[in-house]
T-cell receptor, first 114, second 113 residues
Framework: SQTIHQWPATLVQPVGSPLSLECTVEGTSNPNLYWYRQAAGRGLQLLFYSVGIGQISSEVPQNLSASRPQDRQFILSSKKLLLSDSGFYLC?????????????FGDGTRLSIL | AQSVTQPDIHITVSEGASLELRCNYSYGATPYLFWYVQSPGQGLQLLLKYFSGDTLVQGIKGFEAEFKRSQSSFNLRKPSVHWSDAAEYFCAVGAVNGNKLVFGAGTILRVKS
């Protein structure tokens, strides 16, 4: 069966520091991968998605970037964090080329910027 | 482009009472529809999905949803709510030829004993 892992679960970082959040999927090949942010009291905002290695689509201009160095690895990064980057970050995957399949979510990373 | 509206930000129901969470979507063709649940500090768990066929779909944890094309709705229901159902619920719509989902803003369900 397929599983998705995100780490760390919780992160506290100072303003201006770098960021690296990692997401990996097991048990599937060439998944679509997604990064979402969920700010307090707000819905899910799609940040990036990827349909293959090295391919990244950015949904909103921001201080963050994403990379997909391996088939089942998706990384969210920042060179300098802002206070507004605080939030709950969720990674998700779905089977490729199957629009009618749901996305499956990891347990999320709670990021607090001080 | 598709969009989703969940009109109720908060809903409070008594334990054992029935529940209906509303979801309205906008999309030019038959959409793919999903309901997810999120407990505090957790990821989203899929409750059920609709692609085609029978418009009443059954999901996990005793939930069901009904697709009504004429009303552009996909409301989530449960006949008897349990205290453990307290969570936030998200409706999402996907396009037939797309890779992305559009999520509603969510409805927070509170269950009172």
């Amino acid at each position: 069966s397929q599983t998705i892992h995100q780490w760390p679960a919780t992160l506290v970082q100072p303003v201006g520091s770098p960021l690296s959040l990692e997401c990996t999927v097991e048990g599937t090949s060439n998944p679509n991968l997604y990064w979402y942010r969920q700010a307090a009291g707000r819905g899910l905002q799609l940040l990036f998605y990827s349909v293959g290695i090295g391919q990244i689509s950015s949904e909103v201009p921001q201080n963050l970037s994403a990379s997909r160095p391996q088939d089942r690895q998706f990384i969210l990064s920042s060179k300098k964090l802002l206070l507004s980057d605080s939030g709950f970050y969720l990674c998700a995957w779905k089977p490729p080329d199957r629009a009618n399949q749901p996305q499956h979510f990891g347990d999320g990373t709670r990021l607090s910027i001080l | 482009a598709q969009s989703v509206t969940q009109p109720d930000i908060h809903i409070t129901v008594s334990e054992g009472a029935s529940l209906e969470l509303r979801c309205n979507y906008s999309y030019g063709a038959t959409p793919y529809l999903f309901w997810y649940v999120q407990s505090p500090g957790q990821g989203l768990q899929l409750l059920l999905k609709y692609f085609s066929g029978d418009t009443l779909v059954q999901g996990i944890k005793g939930f069901e949803a009904e697709f009504k094309r004429s009303q552009s709705s996909f409301n989530l229901r449960k006949p008897s709510v349990h205290w453990s159902d307290a969570a936030e619920y998200f409706c999402a719509v996907g396009a037939v030829n797309g890779n992305k989902l559009v999520f509603g803003a969510g409805t927070i369900l509170r269950v009172k004993s």
